[in-house]
């Protein structure tokens, strides 16, 4: 099932906004777009959503207006290939149906404090890390109430051949699964399944002998009929994969006969155990998590605050960001775990990455990467929506191997077919050399290949090298002019040869001048010429993230929204004019 389509309207700076996209289950799908596009929006969008309908806090107004009515939709297609439309607003909410959410954003808020002196009030600001609820509800305080004494009597005769499992209520594959499975415990108790299991311990009952004797008669005798019975099968499947210290299938049919005797005798108290047993094994898991993110000096804990299980964290001045930061989302992570239980979930983290240095990115990614796992295995679909303003083609900040990227600023600005073509076939072994030496780089010398471009198709004047920096020129002079219709591609090969020109006519001596155009990247021929006494103003370097990002083309993939964002800067725009100055 893939996500195709999302659409929002009037929700925090988005008045409407379509976004058309290709999301694929299970696997880290990351939305780029610059600061102030509107992505805390798209997780805003999210965040509104009840279950019954889309409700915007007062904050998330579009243009502060509440009669400005929001609507979240979202299109998908099955895996027939039909396409399905859900709509959410503020009456009703079709995405619940069929998707889970859960948003993970930044929890740093302002915080002012009003202090009197001298009879004015004065306020200071200071930053705050707001409590990360882990648990919205603590469930009340319940046991299973199992007694394997009681057990035994009540299963007769031969009851010692009952494993005791006192330990099931600590196992978290159990106690997790049995909650999923609660009508399975019904069909047992159906009047055909419950005879069958009442003739078989009757039969055992009949026998004689030691425990040792009788598991190995039930073993070889009654194993079948135990199978027979597919929901008490269905069970001691459960137990088999817990960490219950039972291995053989005959034992874990014992031990399931015991679950459902205890599940039967009183379902509402066995359903409040197993929330509350879960409720405890979180709480541990939860601790565990925080215990090994910790570094600092302070306690970071889980604690029961009004029926909440909640982590507070110290003042700033006592953690450090990067601590703070990757703490707050594992746990948040952790969270959106234990949440998003649907057969389709979607998980929406805005911006967290982008602030967490090398060791904590990896461990973030590290974690999504294993809830990704988890969901596969579980026939589950997860779909990870990343919102970063930070371009993964030039910041390598984001390493899963299996990322898909999407902008979401996308441009109607075009380029020249012949540029992209060019960029295509830039590789093409009878181009190959000059393509990058000579057009794509500054070079003194001029190129003759037209014969070569005619035959790849390229465009054949360009294989002059004036031809072709006559018109990223000329695409460079309309930018700088503000003109609408320029050329993004060729205005960064434009930029990148007048960087490298001016640096190329400072060098000292003819053997310097090899060498600089032999060397690959711009960014080293900038320093070896200032290692031989150029002056290179430090902007040149700063905008590598213009001529290096639009000098090659990566099929599959929108190149000229991230380049043509970036141009539309105004302080971009006048450094370009300054290096057209040289």
């Not at 965040?47 to 009515?69: F, T």
């Not at 804990?301 to 009004?306: C, L, N, T």
């Not at 290949?449 to 005619?454: A, G, V």
């Not at 083309?553 to 539309?568: T, Y």
Request: contains cysteine; glycine residues 4%; neutral net charge.
């Amino acid at each position: 099932m893939t996500i195709k389509k999302i659409e929002i309207r009037n929700i925090k700076g988005i008045e409407e906004k379509s976004f058309e996209l290709d999301i694929l289950p299970n696997r880290p799908s990351l939305l780029v777009a610059p600061n102030g596009f509107g992505k805390s929006s798209f997780a805003a969008a999210f965040l509104s959503l009840l279950q019954n309908r889309l409700s915007v806090h007062e904050d998330n107004y579009h243009k502060s207006d509440a009669d400005l009515a929001p609507e979240l939709r979202i299109e998908y297609e099955d895996d027939a290939g039909q396409l399905h439309s859900l709509t959410a607003d503020g009456v009703k909410n079709d995405i619940h149906q069929h998707f889970a959410w859960f948003v993970i954003n930044n929890q740093i808020k302002a915080k002012g404090i009003g202090r009197n002196f001298g009879g004015r009030n004065v306020v200071s600001a200071s930053i705050a890390v707001e409590p990360v609820v882990l648990i919205e509800t603590i469930p009340a305080q319940e046991s299973f109430g199992y007694n394997y004494t009681q057990q035994k009597r009540n299963f007769g005769t031969n009851g010692k051949v009952l494993p005791n499992i006192t330990g099931l209520s600590n196992s978290p594959n159990f106690v997790k699964s049995i909650g999923n499975n609660f009508d399975v415990l019904d069909r047992i108790g159906q009047v055909r399944n419950n005879q069958k299991i009442s003739n078989l311990i009757a039969d055992i009952n009949r026998q004689s002998g030691s425990a040792n004797q009788l598991l190995i008669w039930i073993q070889a005798n009654k194993l079948g009929e135990f199978e027979s019975v597919e929901p008490l099968k269905q069970i001691a499947e459960l137990i088999l994969s817990s960490n219950l210290d039972i291995a053989d299938r005959h034992i874990a049919y014992l031990a399931a006969i015991q679950i459902e005797c205890l599940y039967s005798a009183d379902k509402p108290k066995f359903k409040r155990a197993q929330k509350y047993a879960n409720y405890k094994i979180e709480k541990i898991q939860y601790s565990q998590m925080l215990t090994a993110f910790n570094t600092s000096w302070c306690a970071i804990v889980p604690k029961e605050k009004d029926r909440k299980l909640v982590v507070e964290f110290p003042h700033a001045k006592h953690i450090s960001n990067g601590q703070r930061d990757v703490i707050t989302f594992v746990a948040l992570l952790h969270r959106a775990q234990n949440r998003l239980r649907g057969k389709n979930s979607i998980l929406i983290i805005d911006e967290v990455f982008d602030y967490l240095d090398d060791a904590n990115l990896v461990a973030a990614q590290y974690y999504i990467t294993k809830m990704i796992d988890l969901y596969k295995e579980e026939g589950k679909r997860l779909y990870p929506l990343i919102l970063t303003h930070l371009n993964p083609h030039y910041f390598k900040n984001f390493v899963f191997s299996k990322q898909k990227i999407y902008h979401l600023d996308k441009r109607e600005i075009q380029s020249n077919p012949a540029m992209i073509k060019l960029l295509r076939k830039r590789n093409e072994p009878s181009i190959k050399g000059d393509v990058s030496k000579y057009l794509l780089h500054y070079h003194p010398d001029d190129i003759n290949r037209r014969q070569e471009f005619e035959a790849l198709d390229v465009k054949a004047t360009w294989g002059e090298g004036q031809n072709f920096d006559a018109f990223v020129n000329e695409e460079c002079r309309k930018y700088v002019n503000s003109e609408d219709d320029f050329d993004p591609l060729a205005v960064c090969c434009a930029v990148r040869k007048l960087i490298e020109k001016h640096a190329y006519r400072q060098l000292p001596t003819q053997g310097d001048c090899v060498t600089f155009v032999a060397t690959f990247k711009t960014r080293k021929k900038l320093e070896f010429a200032e290692s031989v006494g150029a002056s290179i103003p430090e902007y040149f370097y700063l905008l590598g993230v213009i001529y290096n990002e639009g000098m090659h083309w990566r099929e599959g993939q929108d190149n000229l929204s991230p380049i043509a964002a970036k141009l539309e800067n105004s302080t971009i725009r006048s450094i370009v004019c300054q290096v057209q100055q040289f």
